[in-house]
């Protein structure tokens, strides 16, 4: 991209990497839009990158240049790959939207990789994380109270100072009408004031 002009189609390395960068500012913010283009670059992602028979993602998409092959890589190196990183990113989709299609694409990209992964670990250490997060689920946080009041942003703070991996982080406040997830379902603010579940 330069001069407002773009010359060549983005790769899976591109989509899969900026949609995690997404989820992170919608749990560092809960800016609604971060989750929201976080989704619709999935959406692109399985669109134009799935393989439909075997599963997994290829490396360039299916509107790109004729090739000879269409290769699709899992190697973790000094950068995570591609489907690596889409595989964390349906992962955490699939709890924060409860969409479970993304859960069902992340699973089929993990069993094709299952094999080579078990034979060579060291190369697939972002893969094998998010096999961790698959077989252990997330912890899951959800904030129920003004994600802006100072109570918020003070537990906000000491929650992003913690290494929690496998976590899932949502802010919901029942004054706005927010949806509240289906894992609350029944549980609301105790005594009007900023609550926290974690499932």
């Not at 976080?38 to 134009?48: F, G, K, N, Y």
Request: aromatic letters at 12%.
């Amino acid at each position: 991209f330069k001069d407002r002009q773009t010359r060549l189609n983005a790769y899976l390395d591109e989509y899969a990497f900026v949609a995690a960068a997404l989820i992170d500012l919608y749990e560092a913010t809960f800016e609604r839009v971060y989750l929201d283009r976080a989704v619709e670059l999935t959406e692109t992602l399985l669109s134009r990158f799935w393989d439909e028979q075997e599963g997994g993602f290829y490396f360039t998409s299916n509107d790109h240049e004729a090739l000879i092959s269409r290769s699709k890589s899992a190697f973790d190196g000094a950068i995570p790959s591609g489907n690596s990183v889409a595989i964390f990113v349906l992962l955490r989709l699939s709890y924060l939207t409860e969409n479970p299609r993304y859960l069902e694409k992340a699973e089929k990209t993990l069993r094709l990789f299952y094999d080579a992964m078990e034979q060579n670990p060291f190369g697939f250490s972002l893969m094998l994380a998010a096999l961790d997060l698959y077989l252990r689920r997330p912890k899951e946080i959800v904030i129920l109270g003004d994600p802006r009041a100072e109570a918020t942003t003070a537990l906000l703070a000491q929650l992003h100072r913690e290494f929690i991996p496998n976590k899932t982080l949502r802010c919901v406040d029942p004054k706005r009408g927010e949806k509240v997830p289906s894992l609350l379902a029944g549980k609301t603010q105790v005594d009007g004031k900023l609550t926290v579940y974690v499932c």
